[in-house]
């Protein structure tokens, strides 16, 4: 990794809730030193509309979360401006972590931002959205959400719904 590229740190404490799971950072979340800070993404607005968050938080407040048990990390910490950027070895690497930080932190929930990230690290070829059984860490519940990029082309409404059922889950998780 050359020395000019950012690394933005994972929000991560023991007892978490729920841990986000993103791919990567994009170029202007590194930048800022903040999760989800691009314009277009929806993570903080989707996390607010669930009721998951009792206030839309910014990017620059997302050391907040811990607060609320919850947590991020990437799969791969390289920023890109398209996860399409990222090579296969390196999600594979990323997937070998993410399964040792499971390990180690058991957060109640593992929520995946998006379906390539999770067929990375579980080897399933199909998945839908919500909950997928079994998980991958043992005590640790695996859903799945869509990522919430402006590049997704999901309606935001549909989106929205996976974050309502999360919220449910981790209501059933308290």
Known sequence: MGSTELILPNLLREDLTI??????????????????????NRF?????????TPAK???EEDALLLKLGFGITN???RPTAAASELRPEELRAGAADLLELLR???????????????????GRRECNWGIQ??????GVTDFL?????????MVPAEQLKYYQDLKALSESHR
């Open 145 to 153: 959400l869509p990522n919430p990029s402006g590049l997704n082309r």
């Open 133 to 138: 059984e079994p998980g991958v860490v043992e």
């Open 104 to 122: 180690h932190y058991r957060p109640l929930i593992a929520a995946y931002l998006g379906k390539d990230i999770y067929k990375y690290l579980s």
């Open 57 to 59: 938080m910014r990017a």
């Open 44 to 52: 903080w607005r989707f996390l607010y509309e669930s009721g998951l």
């Open 19 to 40: 841990l986000f799971v993103g791919i990567n950072p994009g170029l202007r979340s590194a930048a800022v030193r903040h999760h989800f800070a691009g314009h277009s």
């Open 75 to 77: 799969i791969v910490p």
